[in-house]
């Protein structure tokens, strides 16, 4: 495996910086020092020439996203900076990782983009299912409050509490202010009224990270790397069916191939690649043949498919394509937030129907309804959640139509049981069935 | 005149002005976009239905119509014109219906439902769902008044919007996520809210549907009469729907000024006292077997006999909720015609706020809201409370200064802080000074019926400035009505002299009062206009049997000045007041019109400068504001307080009476309201309660010379020390001075 | 240890407005209450925070580790979303509900624990997760489940 520049991870040499002197040996807090010393449009147009985009998923131009902000004096009201850290797009578990591994520059990231921002609050919204990750933060930044590095900023870890939606950032918002994590409609945006109404940028853990490298790089040198209009590196979630699951920082436009094979040591007991979703379990499925597509942000367009949260899901082909659906479909159900319509009832229906063709009871028409309601809810929602639903099943119906139609055809699931899937006891199932056995107490 | 911006929504092409919703832009094009979730009055849109998409040009994705404002060249497409505004429609209807029932026929929102008629205009006539709908029990009682329908549900947000962003209770809440969403409340806890029943009338479909009406009537078979609600002096407009003679519910019919089309649960669920099984139907005269029916005659005949015999010595005990024609008529009846000129009224009323007058509505645009006096606002007149609410939500400062307020006094205490707010040394009174919207609230007794306020406003200057002003809030529905019309009845003001003969007493809220009670007992004979047997049964000498609210024609003056028409929406099951005041007045030579119309006529000269009922029309315009004029000054010591020896009573509380909204001889003849009557409790500030061992929800003894009271122990922060707060239907015959102590 | 208002009332100093402290709250009532929220519970976050237990009972519902159904002393919850579910968390679930002698979803009549299965754990590349107590477990197979299951139990 050749060596690829450790830009997020970098010092780590495999390992964790999670001594504050450690940190600092290995460069730490110069970046912050840096910043502080520039003008806050200075520290956004840096982050404008280094091209760094959103890791959460949309992809997002960072320092644009900072400069939609008001300046104080434009809007006086409290900013905020908003830190997304409730990574929960299955395939995903690289913010984790980060957090556990450069906490401080992480935290320094918070510092700088504060800065950028004028904004004198920091929350990070950290998943509730992330215990060892908050004590790892809470003890960095409080070596760092230690250090006297906060500088008045007042940087707040709150815990989220388990519910998917959160990582949207309107729902995040929400949550924050202690309501239930619902999408708000946009506009306004949160640049303009985010937390309690006011300015907010939200940030992903990885974008948040990456600007401390971009500050300790420079623009220029961080722009080097990565490809056209995807610059830098990329913390890569690997999992599934693969030899060598794990994180692996890359930079932008390596291939699936490289990842999966040279990486990731390819498929266990040299079972053959069915599938690949690239960026998390809301982007379009992929197949072997796709296996050359370049890992950035335009190839996988291209391919009718998105990078998303580069967590990318190897699928051999023990699994059965309508399994997956349900399995898929069944998360969306069990996390829509049931604020809107399409959403709350599409999900649910679409496990239903893909049921029904899992269980060989389905004929034709259902395959055609499967479609239709995927098409009704596309487009159609207050937020992605619903369309990711629509997005991935559609792609499983369009990549793998023959399995799908099989299923109508025998009247069976064509792999009789045998699929790496088969049973796999759903959250929204387990309440289901406990839902039934109540009504017939 | 405000900008104007040009859209076009679907080709046609109109200007309004700049920040119009979507929605209205597309109305005021003549073009309709369905809704369910999209309420404006429920606050910003939230856009959770997705029933309005349309499409935007420039916008590659469907739009959630109600969630935009229209911008200056924009061309919207709605489904009339956009196949894929259209389908996003068709989508969304077909989603919506996926796991509604098929009830029609047996809900009682059927011929009246936005769902019906969506699905009926735009939905496609089968279904695609063939898959086990979400099935729940149902239906579930919300509170004795509302049952909530869950399959029906279709999740449109706008009662739980209506609870935590109008209403601010916080008890209808949406439980679980997802498609296992539910609309609930805490446990097994009622939906208790003086404004529960809103979210019926808010429910676009048969989810949310009012026990009372349950299976009453269908929507073809009813008649609406619009009326004037008189269960405060707010006077809310509303619409009574009749099915054969009988009223079956009482729906708002939105007055912008006044109520915003929310309604009071008081107000909406009180109409089954009309049929109270003690209801008097006709006149009973205390006999030597106690009290017989008698004929109207006989009963003209004993009543003329009684005044004839008492001449002036007569006291008239008005219940501050007659129409004003009922009051004018009694004046010319006793004043006129016997010269009977003393009349009790439970409040005193000022004409001074009168130079203060603004819509209701104002409240909701001001800067500043102060409140004073001993009683929450919502216990007075609830509707006020919700555009305090309102004003709070826009960014107002309210401050409201009361034994339980956020500036904290003393019982009765109001008076005294107008006097220095009057002042320059507040704050509040420069902050009130310096705004350009100010409203000052009386809300409680005292206070010289508003003169004190009317003092203050005075000095603050408000008259001058249109986006401030002043309101007294009475404890009765019509007291400024009333107290005009009695005015207005004679030209004489003298008083009558003590002892006096004969009381009457005019309706349920005197007939019910305690201190007309005691009056009752000072009098020779007492003659009582009233519904209800049990009020009266034991004292009164000659019964005659009152018509409600909803059975008379009149008008009234409400809290902001304003006439109003109440209308007849059922016929009495008695003659008329005005029928029979008339006929007896004829006995004294006072030409009095039997209906309405005529006496309102005739008032309206002396009243209202010729006012016309068709001036008034469906919604009551406000009259301008009156030059200020100086009010009476105050006759008691600014702080009437009861004064007792600090020896005597060493850690001795104040008893704090307060009237319940949720109280009165009506609303204690329908049983589905009794869980919103006040509980049996007294209010403690937390300091008196700790000093007492006493914890929240224990039992304690209310005591003071001679009573006492067992009631539940309430610890609050806000009460301020010293204070014992006690519903009046609760305090039974306590003092003013009282101790509490924990039950053994 | 201070008493639940009190910490409470120290959380809602973090936040700029008081109301953003209620999840904090709740999970603070949750530890206090032995890992689910009572009705009681509740009532004291609603009080202590001026809200209604009406909407803490609405924000308490809508999150998946606020829980308002007792819960065993152990929580013993299987991720079997794709990732895992690709590397055998089927067989991990089947696997404690054979030693735990219960079925997933469901807590033992002892109160000793509750097993269940839960939505992406944030852990795919070390599947399959089992968070235990909230602490995850990585890389479980079905073999490890005996050894686990005697470990909680000791």
Not at chain 1, 96 to 112: A, D, N, Q, S, W
Not at chain 3, 95 to 104: D, I, K, P, S, V
Request: net charge negative; proline share 6%.
């Amino acid at each position: 495996m050749p060596e690829h520049p450790q830009i997020v991870f970098a010092g780590t040499d495999g390992g964790a910086l999670t001594r504050i002197e450690d940190y600092e040996s290995a460069g730490g807090f110069a970046p912050l020092r840096k910043a502080r010393s520039m003008a806050p449009d200075d520290v956004i147009a840096e982050l404008e020439a280094s091209g760094l985009r959103g890791r959460g998923g949309a992809f997002f131009p960072t320092g644009r996203k900072w400069a939609f902000v008001p300046k104080p004096d434009q809007l006086p009201k409290p900013h905020y900076l908003v830190v997304n850290a409730d990574e929960s797009e299955p395939g995903t578990f690289k913010d984790r990782e980060i957090m556990l591994r450069v906490p401080f520059r992480f935290l320094e990231g918070c510092l700088i983009a504060a800065h950028a921002i004028q904004s004198e609050y920091v929350f990070v919204y950290i998943r509730g299912e992330y215990e060892l990750e908050f004590e790892v933060l809470r003890d960095s930044l409080e070596a760092m409050r230690k250090a006297d590095l906060l500088g008045g900023v007042t940087v707040v870890l709150h815990r989220g509490a388990g519910a998917y939606i959160c990582g949207e950032e309107t729902a995040l918002l929400e949550s924050l202010e202690g309501k239930r994590g619902q999408p708000r409609t946009k506009p306004p945006f949160p640049a303009i009224a985010g937390l309690y109404a006011a300015p907010t940028a939200v940030n992903n853990v990885e974008s948040i990270t990456t600007v401390t490298s971009v500050l300790a790089l420079g623009a220029g040198e961080y722009a080097k790397l990565g490809v056209e209009g995807s610059t830098g590196t990329r913390v890569f979630s690997l999992s599934g069916d693969v030899v060598n699951p794990g994180n692996y920082e890359l930079p932008h436009g390596i291939t699936l191939r490289e990842l999966i094979y040279d990486v990731g040591g390819g498929l266990p007991g040299g079972r053959e690649l069915k599938a690949v979703i690239p960026g998390g379990s809301s982007t379009s499925v992929l197949t072997a043949a796709d296996i050359d597509t370049k890992l950035d942000f335009t190839s996988l367009v291209e391919v009718g498919s998105s990078i998303g949260s580069a967590g990318v899901i190897v699928i051999d082909d023990r699994c059965c394509m309508v399994q997956l659906g349900i399995r898929v479909s069944q998360f969306y159900e069990h996390e829509s937030c049931g604020k809107c319509t399409p959403c709350r009832v599409g999900t649910r229906w679409l496990t239903q129907i893909l049921e029904k063709i899992e269980d060989g009871r389905a004929s034709q028409p259902d395959l055609d309804l499967l479609l239709s309601v995927c098409d009704r809810i596309l487009g159609k929602c207050l937020c992605p959640l619903g369309d990711s639903d629509a997005i991935a099943v559609l792609s499983y119906v369009d990549k793998f139509r023959d399995e799908y139609q099989a299923h109508i055809e025998l009247g069976r699931c064509p792999l009789e049981g045998d699929s790496s899937l088969e049973g796999i006891l759903a959250p929204s199932a387990m309440h289901r069935r406990q839902a039934h056995e109540v009504a017939h107490v | 005149m405000s900008e104007l911006v040009a859209v076009t929504v679907d080709d046609r092409q109109i200007d309004v002005p700049k920040g119009t919703g979507l929605v209205e832009a597309a109305l005021a094009a003549g073009i309709e976009i369905p809704v369910f979730c999209y309420e404006p009055r429920l606050g910003p849109p939230v856009g959770a239905c997705r029933m309005c998409l349309v499409e935007i040009e420039g916008i590659p994705k469907l739009q959630a119509g109600c969630t935009l404002t229209v911008q200056d060249g924009m061309v919207i497409r709605t489904a009339a014109t956009s196949p894929k505004a259209a389908e996003g429609q068709e989508a969304t209807l077909e989603f919506i219906l996926v796991n509604h029932p098929l009830d029609c026929p047996v809900c009682d929102k059927g011929g009246e439902c936005p769902l019906q008629d969506l699905a009926f205009r735009y939905g496609p006539g089968n279904t695609r769902m063939t898959l086990p709908k979400l099935t729940v029990d149902k239906p579930i009682p919300v509170s004795p008044l509302i049952a909530l329908d869950r399959e029906r549900c279709i999740l449109c947000y706008r009662c739980t919007r209506f609870s935590e962003d109008v209403a601010e209770d916080g008890q209808l809440i949406a439980r679980n996520r997802g498609a296992r969403t539910e609309i609930a409340t805490f446990e097994d806890e009622p939906y208790r809210s003086p404004f529960s029943g809103n979210v019926i009338e808010l429910c676009p479909v048969g989810a949310l549907t009012s026990t009372l009406y349950r299976f009453e009537a269908r929507p073809w078979d009813i008649q609406n009469v619009p009326t004037v609600c008189t269960g405060c002096p707010v006077g809310c407009n509303v619409s009574v729907t009749i099915r054969e003679g009988k009223v079956k519910r009482i729906l708002s019919r939105n007055h912008p000024e006044i109520d915003r089309g929310w309604l009071c649960d008081k107000g909406r669920f009180t109409y089954p006292h009309l049929r109270a099984e003690d209801r008097v139907t006709a006149p009973l005269r205390r006999g030597p077997k106690g009290l017989e029916e008698i004929t109207w005659d006989a009963a003209l005949d004993d009543a003329e006999e009684m005044l004839r015999e008492a001449g002036d010595a007569v006291v008239t005990a008005l219940s501050g909720s007659e129409t004003t024609e009922i009051a004018y008529a009694l004046g010319r009846l006793l004043r006129g015609g016997l010269g009977a000129h003393s009349a009790v009224m439970p409040e005193a009323t000022s004409n001074a706020l009168e130079a203060f007058r603004l819509p209701l509505s104002a409240i909701g645009e001001a800067e500043i809201v102060v409140v004073v006096g001993d009683d929450p606002i919502v216990e007075r007149a609830p509707i006020v409370d919700l555009w305090v609410r309102e004003a709070t939500r826009r960014g107002a400062e309210v401050v409201v200064c009361s034994p339980t307020g956020d500036l904290s006094t003393e019982p009765g205490g109001a008076a005294a802080l107008c006097h220095e707010l009057a002042g320059s040394r507040k704050a509040l009174g420069r902050k009130l000074r310096a705004a350009e919207r100010a409203i000052l609230i009386w809300s409680g007794p005292g206070g010289g019926g508003g003169a004190r306020l009317a003092e203050l406003a005075h000095a603050l200057g408000l008259e001058d400035k249109p986006g401030s002003g002043a309101f007294h809030l009475p404890a009765t529905a019509n007291p400024f009505g009333v107290a005009a019309a009695w005015a207005a009845s004679a030209d004489a003001d003298e008083a009558n002299p003590e002892p006096f003969e004969l009381l009457i007493v005019s309706g349920d809220g005197a007939a019910a009062d305690p201190s007309v009670r005691l009056l009752a007992e000072q009098a020779e004979r007492t003659i009582v206009v009233t519904m209800f047997h049990e009020l009266v049964g034991g004292w009164a000498d000659l019964i005659l049997p009152a018509t409600a609210a909803l059975e008379r024609d009149g008008t009234t003056l409400n809290v902001e000045g304003r006439v109003q028409r109440v209308r007849r929406a059922v016929l009495p099951p008695c003659p008329d007041e005005l029928a029979w005041i008339a006929k007896l007045a004829a006995r004294f030579d006072v030409e009095l019109p039997p209906q309405a119309t005529g006496v309102f006529q005739e008032l309206a000269r002396h009243l209202f400068r010729d006012l016309s009922l068709d001036e008034i029309g469906l919604k009551a315009p406000l009259p301008a504001r009156h030059p200020y004029q100086v009010p009476e000054p105050a006759t008691t010591p600014s702080s009437a307080l009861p004064t007792f020896s600090d020896e005597h009573y060493v850690g001795a509380l104040r008893l704090q009476r307060y009237r319940a909204l949720f109280s009165g001889p009506a609303v204690e003849r329908v049983p589905q309201l009794d869980f919103q009557r006040p509980r049996p409790e007294v209010e403690l500030a937390s300091v008196d309660a700790e000093r007492r061992g006493i914890a929240a929800g224990d039992a304690v003894l209310v005591r003071s010379n001679g009573t006492s009271v067992e009631l539940r122990a309430r610890v609050s922060r806000r009460l301020v020390e010293g204070v014992a707060r006690i519903a009046e239907e609760h305090a039974a015959d306590l003092h003013a001075a009282v101790e509490v102590v924990k039950a053994q | 240890m201070a008493s639940v208002s009190t910490r409470i009332e120290k959380l809602r100093k973090q936040y700029p407005k008081s109301t953003s402290a209620v999840l904090p709250a709740l999970r603070l009532a949750q530890e206090e209450h032995g890992g689910w929220l009572p009705p009681e519970a509740l009532r004291e976050v609603a009080d202590a925070l001026d809200l209604t237990p009406a909407y803490c009972l609405s924000i308490a519902s809508f999150y998946d580790q606020l829980r308002l159904e007792p819960v065993g002393r152990t929580l013993v919850e299987v991720c079997t979303n794709v990732s895992c579910a690709l590397s055998g968390a089927q067989q991990v679930v089947e696997a404690f509900e054979r030693e735990l002698g219960l079925e997933a979803g469901t807590t033992a009549d002892d109160g000793s624990f509750t097993l269940g299965t839960v939505e992406c754990l944030g852990g795919c590349g070390w599947a399959t997760v089992v968070a235990i107590d909230n602490r995850h477990r990585l890389r479980v197979q079905a073999d490890d489940v005996p050894a686990i299951v005697q470990e909680l139990r000791a």
